[in-house]
Protein backbone atom coordinates (compact mmCIF):
# COMPACT_ATOMS: atom_id res chain seq x y z
CA UNK A 1 0.00 0.00 0.00
CA UNK A 2 1.22 3.52 -1.05
CA UNK A 3 -0.18 6.97 -1.47
CA UNK A 4 -1.01 6.06 -4.83
CA UNK A 5 -2.88 3.03 -4.03
CA UNK A 6 -4.46 4.16 -0.86
CA UNK A 7 -8.30 4.24 -1.37
CA UNK A 8 -8.81 7.65 0.64
CA UNK A 9 -9.97 10.84 -0.91
CA UNK A 10 -8.00 14.27 -0.46
CA UNK A 11 -10.49 15.13 2.49
CA UNK A 12 -9.83 11.99 3.83
CA UNK A 13 -6.57 12.35 3.92
CA UNK A 14 -6.25 15.78 5.26
CA UNK A 15 -8.48 14.57 7.86
CA UNK A 16 -6.39 11.44 9.13
CA UNK A 17 -3.39 13.79 8.93
CA UNK A 18 -4.99 15.69 11.53
CA UNK A 19 -6.06 12.82 13.66
CA UNK A 20 -2.10 12.08 13.26
CA UNK A 21 -1.11 15.37 14.91
CA UNK A 22 -3.52 15.33 17.94
CA UNK A 23 -6.39 17.37 17.17
CA UNK A 24 -9.91 16.57 17.81
CA UNK A 25 -13.32 16.78 15.73
CA UNK A 26 -13.68 20.80 16.76
CA UNK A 27 -10.38 21.57 15.97
CA UNK A 28 -10.60 19.39 12.43
CA UNK A 29 -13.50 20.72 11.70
CA UNK A 30 -12.40 24.75 12.12
CA UNK A 31 -8.99 23.88 10.14
CA UNK A 32 -10.83 22.29 7.39
CA UNK A 33 -14.15 24.27 7.31
CA UNK A 34 -16.36 21.80 7.38
CA UNK A 35 -18.87 20.53 10.23
CA UNK A 36 -18.21 17.95 12.88
CA UNK A 37 -20.30 15.99 11.56
CA UNK A 38 -18.40 16.01 8.53
CA UNK A 39 -14.80 15.24 10.29
CA UNK A 40 -17.15 12.12 11.55
CA UNK A 41 -18.52 10.85 7.93
CA UNK A 42 -14.62 11.24 6.76
CA UNK A 43 -13.60 9.42 10.04
CA UNK A 44 -16.44 6.69 9.22
CA UNK A 45 -15.25 6.57 5.69
CA UNK A 46 -11.90 5.80 6.45
CA UNK A 47 -12.09 3.41 8.83
CA UNK A 48 -15.05 1.30 6.34
CA UNK A 49 -12.40 1.77 3.24
CA UNK A 50 -9.18 0.94 5.48
CA UNK A 51 -11.53 -2.31 6.87
CA UNK A 52 -10.34 -1.81 10.69
CA UNK A 53 -12.66 -1.63 13.42
CA UNK A 54 -11.77 2.11 15.05
CA UNK A 55 -9.94 5.03 13.79
CA UNK A 56 -7.18 4.15 16.04
CA UNK A 57 -6.41 0.72 14.21
CA UNK A 58 -6.97 2.42 10.99
CA UNK A 59 -3.61 5.14 12.03
CA UNK A 60 -1.72 2.34 13.06
CA UNK A 61 -2.42 0.65 9.88
CA UNK A 62 -1.10 3.93 7.85
CA UNK A 63 1.76 3.67 10.27
CA UNK A 64 3.12 0.73 9.68
CA UNK A 65 3.07 1.44 5.78
CA UNK A 66 5.05 5.24 6.78
CA UNK A 67 1.91 6.62 5.31
Known amino acids: MNEKTL ?3 PMENK ?4 LKQGLIVKEIAHRLSISDR ?3 FHKYNI ?4 RVS ?3 QAINL ?3 YGL
Open 38 to 40: GVN
Open 15 to 18: VIDL
Open 62 to 64: LSE
Open 47 to 50: VKKL
Open 54 to 56: NIA
Open 7 to 9: PLT
